[in-house]
């Protein structure tokens, strides 16, 4: 399905973001509400944040919305190269065309 891998192409990107501090990049995809703040203080009781395998990607948890205007996702990231209990939650809104019109994160919250 070629929205899903369109949505899996920006969760990539946002974990990048993540694990090399982009926050300026971040910021620009938090939803109203989540402060760059509060990412870091969560962040702050683990250790550092590592690029996932790409086996990774296998385990997004994808949740179609019932009326098709999108999906929430959530994608455990990886501190010190193993999958952590840090669960990033986003979501992604589409048209009726496939096109994504908005990504971005909702959460992140330990699971």
């Given at each position: 399905?070629?929205?899903?891998?369109?949505?899996?192409?920006?969760?990539?990107?946002?974990?990048?973001?993540?694990?090399?501090?982009?926050f300026n990049k971040i910021q620009a995809k938090l939803k109203d509400g989540l402060t760059i703040s509060d990412l870091r203080e969560e962040l702050s009781y683990w250790g550092s944040l590592t690029i996932p395998p790409d086996t990774a990607y296998e385990n997004v948890y994808f949740y179609k919305y019932d009326d098709g205007s999108g999906y929430a996702l959530e994608f455990e990231l990886w501190v010190g190269n193993q999958r952590s209990d840090i669960t990033?939650?986003?979501?992604?809104?589409?048209?009726?065309?496939?096109?994504?019109?908005?990504?971005?994160i909702e959460n992140l919250h330990v699971l």
């Amino acid at each position: 399905m070629e929205i899903k891998n369109n949505i899996m192409s920006l969760l990539r990107e946002t974990v990048l973001d993540f694990v090399q501090g982009y926050f300026n990049k971040i910021q620009a995809k938090l939803k109203d509400g989540l402060t760059i703040s509060d990412l870091r203080e969560e962040l702050s009781y683990w250790g550092s944040l590592t690029i996932p395998p790409d086996t990774a990607y296998e385990n997004v948890y994808f949740y179609k919305y019932d009326d098709g205007s999108g999906y929430a996702l959530e994608f455990e990231l990886w501190v010190g190269n193993q999958r952590s209990d840090i669960t990033l939650s986003c979501e992604a809104i589409i048209d009726e065309n496939d096109n994504i019109l908005s990504f971005t994160i909702e959460n992140l919250h330990v699971l």
